[in-house]
Structure formats: structure tokens, C-alpha cells
């Protein structure tokens, strides 16, 4: 499609933006964890890799615009604060229902492995798409989650 072509859809770059980031939202909606949070695992890590490695040309874009809007008043700053808070407290939610059943140990704190398993799976994201040959995103994240699993002295669910 020409550049023309795209501002009289979709009328603004940062309009065109924001529809980017809408779809995966979409697409991310119907996710693993869609369902009931209590019954949520983080055994199911690498099955929310799918939408990473499905659409790498659209991962790859997210990445960039996440790195193109750190600053206060760009275009979708906001949105990718929102994003991430709200994917850090998903992994929160979680931790704490597997604590609630007995899963993870009640004394773990749930917020610091909010943030170590974004920071975790964002990282490897980019890593992995730098160099995809190289870097098998799910076995990575199977190994992490075997490994968390053990420091956060439960069982798998």
C-alpha cells in the first residue's frame, strides 16, 4: 500500500499506530490466560509465545514502537505503560492464585516475579528476534519456568 494510500484509511500516522497495537491486543485477548485467572498457570508461558513467533513481523513492529515512544507525550507512551503494567500484573494474579492453591510458596512476592517474567520474556523477545537461528524462544521459556519453579518452592500445576 502507498503512504497516500494510508493516511486517507487511516487518516494520521498515530492513528495507524494505535490500530497496530489494537489488533494485537486482539489477537492477545483470546490468549492462554483468557479464561478464569484462578485456574491460570505459569506453566502456560510458552504457550503465549505463539503470538510472538506467529507473527514475527508483527512482534518486531511492537518492539519497535515500544522503543520508539519511552518518552512522556509520544504518540503511544501511555498505551505501552498500560501494556505493561497490565502484563506485569497478570503474572502477579497468577502467582497469587497458585499460592492460594497451594502451588507457589505464600511467602514469594508475587509483584517481583511480575516483573522478572516481562522482563524475562521481553528480553528474550528481542534477542530472539535479532538472531531466531540461534535462540529457541520456547525451549528458553520452558527452561525458565522449570527453573522458576523451583526457586518458588511449588509444584507444577
Not at 512522556?72 to 503474572?91: S, T
Request: charged content about 25%.
Amino acid at each position: 500500500m502507498t503512504h497516500p494510500g494510508l493516511l486517507y484509511y487511516f487518516g494520521t500516522k498515530e492513528r495507524l499506530l494505535r490500530e497496530v497495537v489494537a489488533e494485537r491486543e486482539r489477537v492477545e485477548a483470546a490468549g492462554p490466560w483468557a479464561g478464569d485467572i484462578d485456574e491460570a498457570s505459569l506453566d502456560r508461558l510458552p504457550e503465549a509465545l505463539r503470538y510472538v513467533i506467529d507473527d514475527a513481523i508483527l512482534t518486531r513492529l511492537y518492539v519497535v514502537l515500544a522503543a520508539e515512544n519511552l518518552d512522556d507525550g509520544d504518540p503511544l507512551h501511555e498505551f505501552f505503560v498500560a501494556r505493561y503494567d497490565g502484563a506485569r500484573q497478570l503474572i502477579v494474579a497468577i502467582v497469587a492464585s497458585e499460592q492460594r492453591r497451594g502451588l507457589i510458596a505464600p511467602e514469594v512476592d508475587a509483584a517481583q516475579i511480575g516483573r522478572e517474567v516481562i522482563a524475562t520474556l521481553m528480553g528474550l523477545e528481542i534477542q530472539w528476534l535479532m538472531d531466531p537461528e540461534s535462540i529457541d524462544y520456547v525451549a528458553t521459556i520452558d527452561a525458565y519456568v522449570a527453573g522458576l519453579r523451583v526457586r518458588l518452592g511449588g509444584r507444577p500445576s
